[in-house]
């Protein structure tokens, strides 16, 4: 796979129909994150608000590019109990949603006979993948991208079969 990956931002850009993303981890360890998760943890307020400085790029982007028409959609598959880290993450999804994305969660019981690739990964308009790699810890070590027909196959796959079992955010409860 090619060492120069556009960026999540471009990609999403220049997509004309769809977005897609799948997350199967039950743990991220992203550092822009940190100050949130420990306040959430503390039971204090997090920022949810869609509009804020926090937020801002990822909602004008996500409603700019609903706004030409992409659907954008997010399935996560999810270990029950879920992990510490799930339940604030479906706690901020509230944004993801208000921003314009369709998301659902799969508990990973219900996933078994899905064949899945070995990365997270978001696919635009059915032709090209970007997987997100992390580290044992969940931190992240970069992107890779490919259009190869196999593996977009496979991503589609995989993406439409979490999506047809999947639970609608307001529906799943943690």
């Not at 220049?14 to 769809?18: E, G, K, M, P």
């Given at each position: 796979?090619?060492?120069?990956?556009?960026?999540?931002?471009?990609?999403l850009g220049?997509?004309?129909?769809?977005a897609v993303h799948l997350e199967m981890r039950d743990q991220y360890g992203i550092m822009e994150e940190s100050e949130e998760i420990v306040r959430w943890r503390r039971g204090?307020?997090?920022d949810v608000d869609p509009y804020s400085e926090y937020w801002s790029d990822w909602t004008?982007?996500?409603?700019?590019?609903v706004a030409r028409g992409v659907?954008?959609?997010r399935a996560?598959?999810?270990?029950?109990?879920?992990?510490?880290?799930?339940?604030?993450?479906?706690?901020?999804?509230?944004?993801?949603?208000a921003?314009?994305?369709?998301?659902?969660?799969?508990?990973?019981?219900?996933?078994?006979d899905i064949p899945l690739p070995g990365n997270d990964f978001w696919l635009f308009d059915g032709e090209l993948v970007r997987f997100n790699l992390f580290d044992g810890?969940?931190?992240?070590?970069?992107?890779?991208?490919?259009?190869?027909?196999?593996?977009?196959?496979l991503c589609t796959t995989a993406f439409e079969s979490v999506w047809a079992r999947g639970i609608d955010h307001e529906k799943y409860s943690v």
């Open positions: 796979m090619p060492q120069s990956v556009p960026s999540f931002y471009e990609l220049a997509a004309q129909h769809s204090e307020a997090v004008e982007a996500i409603q700019g590019a659907t954008v959609r996560q598959i999810i270990s029950e109990p879920v992990s510490e880290y799930i339940r604030y993450e479906h706690h901020i999804t509230q944004v993801n949603v921003a314009g994305e369709l998301v659902r969660w799969l508990p990973r019981s219900q996933a078994s810890n969940g931190a992240g070590l970069g992107p890779q991208h490919t259009e190869e027909p196999a593996v977009v196959q």
